[in-house]
């Protein structure tokens, strides 16, 4: 059933990382290394981070693109939001009724993946600026970003999915402010440390809706034009699934894919796995194709 308010969510998200958290004897090493992921991340959030920018001043922003990475972090920031409020004696109310966030629609991305955020701006009470879709495909991230600060100057610092395993993230620090060539403002970076296998366990655990594009061999979102189905999950090799008890839990056994759209409908196929049965983090973008 979906929330009825930001506070409902936030509420929801905290009992999934805490029941997570409780899982007594995982049956895997992957759901320890998770425990142990998501307890980091809620640190670095309630002690490092809320304390120097109010999350209920507009002072944070939260990057968010409809991908597994940022909704992981979007469930576990959420839940924080919840653990600050009941630690804060002076707000009688939840102080919030959305969450700033920001989508730059830079590139052809999937369709499907366009009406995820749509769907998930919803489930989550996102006041989700978008970049103008007919407009600015063609800005540069960072002149996209300088936009969004002209128009939301009380912006100082804005949360990211990103994560070691990604292109040029292995320096990258927890809070950090933006490179030269970016405009200026701190970097929120409490996922770093996770890896691939710990995304899809906790995602999977989650029940939550997942972008429907993963459930037809991709394990990773980029431009449509440069992305295809991920090779390593091709079905000419068997793969085993490693996440059939977070999958079932719950007893549905069923992941919550969004429906694929009609315009990705090719997409549709039974030659490849489903992203999630992709463990390697260095093989995540193996199905992107080499611009030119
Ligand atoms: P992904 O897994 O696709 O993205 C990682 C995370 O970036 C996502 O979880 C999400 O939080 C965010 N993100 C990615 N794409 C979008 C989008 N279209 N709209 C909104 N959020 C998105 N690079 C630098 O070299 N120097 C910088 O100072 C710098 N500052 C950045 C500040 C912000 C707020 C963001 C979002 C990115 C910044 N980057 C910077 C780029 C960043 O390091 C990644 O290269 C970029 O996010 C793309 O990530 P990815 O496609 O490799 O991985
Ligand atoms: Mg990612
Ligand atoms: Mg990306």
């Known amino acids: 059933m979906a929330a009825s308010s930001l506070a409902d969510i936030s509420e929801r998200c905290h009992k999934i990382a805490q029941s997570y958290l409780q899982i007594k004897e995982p049956s895997s090493p992957i ?9 980091l991340t809620q640190r670095l959030v309630l002690n490092d981070i809320f304390p120097r920018w109010s999350p209920f001043n507009g002072e944070i922003s939260f990057s968010y693109n409809g991908g597994k990475d940022c909704q992981v972090l979007l469930i576990i920031y959420l ?3 919840w653990e600050y409020y009941k630690s804060n004696t002076n707000l009688k109310q939840f102080p919030l009724d959305t969450l700033k966030a920001v989508f730059i629609d ?14 998930t701006k ?9 970049s103008d879709r007919n407009h600015n495909k063609s800005l540069s991230m960072p002149e996209a970003f300088h936009r969004y600060l002209v128009d939301h100057p009380e912006t100082k610092a804005i949360v990211v999915g990103i994560r070691y395993a990604d292109p040029f993230a292995q320096d990258l620090k927890p809070i950090q402010r933006t490179d030269e060539g970016w405009p200026d403002f701190l970097r929120l970076q409490p996922l770093l440390h996770w890896k691939l296998s710990c995304i899809w366990s906790f995602l999977l655990y989650s029940g939550e809706p ?5 459930g037809v061999g991709f394990s990773s979102l980029g431009d449509i034009s440069h992305t295809l189905p991920n090779p390593h999950l091709s079905k000419k090799k068997a793969l085993p699934l490693f996440y059939e008890w977070e999958i079932s839990h719950r007893g549905k056994g069923v992941v919550n894919c969004s429906p694929l759209s009609s315009q990705d409908s090719h997409f549709q196929n039974d030659e490849y796995f489903p992203g999630w049965y992709l463990l390697d983090d260095s093989l995540e973008r193996c199905g992107r194709v080499k611009k030119h």
């Open 106 to 119: 830079q590139y052809q991305t999937f369709h499907t993946l366009e009406q995820f955020v749509e769907f």
């Open 210 to 214: 997942i972008c429907g594009i993963y």
């Open 31 to 39: 759901i320890r290394e998770t425990q142990d992921a998501i307890k």
């Open 79 to 81: 839940g924080c939001l």
């Open 122 to 130: 919803k489930r989550y009470y996102l006041s989700l600026y978008e």
